[in-house]
């Protein structure tokens, strides 16, 4: 195989397997998934040690460029980044754990758990939707009982209360009072 085909073809390798070893980010991995990512960033790179320095460049600057046009490649088409990265994959829906998708994710009940404490997510009940996004982050909705309460809905609800008890009072803007007190 011509050098300069060698890395493009180990590259590629190198993501398919780390494709099919699962979604998560170095700070979310195990000891051993740690371990079984050096080992395969050190076996796709040991076809290239040598002794010759502008060959290491030169695999240096191909494995960049490839990066650079997988992320291009992903950004416009969505079939291949399906394919490259995958989409989000729903773990809860309305406070229900889907382990079927946790097992396809080799996600433990443990590790979903800790996860959610977290977020500061005390009770899976609380959750309208979670999902394990590419990056292996969890993302979530929370159900309308659970979510925290805005600025906006303190003002509708003082104002509806105000409005009520009389007509004279003009519309609160608590951003612009609260603005006024900083000062």
């Not at 396809?104 to 500061?120: F, H, N, P």
């Amino acid at each position: 195989m011509p050098f300069v085909l060698k890395p493009i073809v180990l590259y590629i390798i190198a993501v398919i397997f780390l494709r099919l070893t699962g979604r998560r980010s170095i700070s979310q991995m195990t000891i051993s998934q740690t371990v079984l990512v050096l080992s395969l960033g050190h076996i796709i790179v040991e076809p290239f040690a040598d002794k010759d320095i502008k060959k290491t460049i030169m695999v240096a600057a191909i494995l960049a460029i490839l990066l650079i046009l997988f992320e291009i490649t992903e950004f416009y088409s969505k079939g291949f980044s399906k394919i490259a990265v995958g989409k989000e994959i729903v773990i809860v829906t309305d406070g229900v754990i889907d382990r079927k998708n946790m097992k396809k994710l080799k996600l433990t009940k443990d590790e979903l758990y800790s996860r959610l404490r977290q977020k500061g997510i005390s009770k899976i009940e609380d959750i309208k939707k979670a999902t394990l996004e590419t990056n292996g982050e969890l993302g979530f909705e929370l159900t309308k009982a659970a979510q925290p309460i805005t600025i906006g809905d303190l003002e509708y609800i003082l104002n509806k209360v105000l409005s009520k008890q009389s007509t004279s009072i003009e519309h609160i803007d608590l951003v612009e009072e609260l603005k006024k007190k900083e000062k």
